[in-house]
Antibody, heavy 123, light 110 residues
Framework: EVQLVESGGGLVQPGGSLRLSCAAS????????MHWVRQAPGKGLVWVSR????????SYADSVKGRFTISRDNAKNTLYLQMNSLRAEDTAVYYC????????????????WGQGTMVTVSS | QSVLTQPPSASGTPGQSVTISCSGS????????VNWCQQLPGTAPKLLIY???QRPSGVPDRFSASKSGTSASLTISGLQSEDEADYYC???????????FGGGTKLTVL
């Protein structure tokens, strides 16, 4: 079964750090572009970051640039999001998502999503 | 404030058709494909439409979509109670070098 499973969320104080993981199974992880998308409680979806198949090209939303780092370990079939200098407004469910291969250069649709991991930034 | 604009809510009765709009700009919908996803309560989003009008396998043909200029729309025909969910449009934005989402439309089946 094709699956993404996030972990690493939790409660952290403002200014703290967390590292999220996204374990992939059922497909050749290293062949797919990957993204992180977040959703604050009761709010809509917001894109966070993306990486290509080998981390040679990454990009970030302005709201997290300089604080978050996306990376991947293709040997471990795992995507990461290192989050530093966390703020209250980073509180959200964080989803990892796989890019549908045929859409890499035509809009990057997300065909597989994880179940999400909750990050709460509060003192 | 989302980059793409969707109506916050829509509704219809079983069997009816409902259309959800998504408005953007030249840097996103105007030059790139639109994708739509469905989020049932308490679950992760699910891809409904990619490349503006293509359905992944397993998505019923009751779901259709189109794009024109800087706007797009999703139409659900033969509305069913299980269609009650939040629907999001998304498109790559060349100015931001990443995808942008609409604010979501909550569909209620009356």
């Amino acid at each position: 079964e094709v699956q993404l499973v996030e972990s690493g969320g939790g409660l952290v104080q403002p200014g703290g750090s967390l590292r999220l993981s996204c374990a992939a199974s059922g497909f050749t992880f290293g062949s797919y572009w990957m993204h992180w998308v977040r959703q604050a409680p009761g709010k809509g979806l917001v894109w966070v970051s993306r990486t290509n198949t080998d981390d040679s090209s990454t990009s970030y939303a302005d709201s997290v640039k300089g604080r978050f780092t996306i990376s991947r370990d293709n040997a471990k079939n795992t995507l990461y999001l290192q989050m530093n200098s966390l703020r209250a407004e980073d509180t959200a469910v964080y989803y990892c998502a796989r890019v549908l291969a045929i859409t890499v250069f035509s809009g990057q649709a997300f065909d597989i999503w994880g179940q999400g991991t909750m990050v709460t930034v509060s003192s | 404030q989302s980059v793409l604009t969707q109506p916050p809510s829509a509704s219809g009765t079983p069997g009816q058709s409902v259309t959800i709009s998504c408005s953007g700009s030249s840097s996103n919908i105007g030059t790139n494909n639109v994708n739509w996803c469905q989020q049932l309560p308490g679950t992760a989003p699910k891809l409904l439409i990619y490349n503006s009008n293509q359905r992944p396998s397993g998505v019923p043909d009751r779901f259709s979509a189109s794009k024109s200029g800087t706007s797009a729309s999703l139409t659900i025909s033969g509305l069913q109670s299980e269609d009650e969910a939040d629907y999001y449009c998304a498109a790559w934005d060349g100015s931001l070098n990443g995808p942008v989402f609409g604010g979501g439309t909550k569909l209620t089946v009356l």
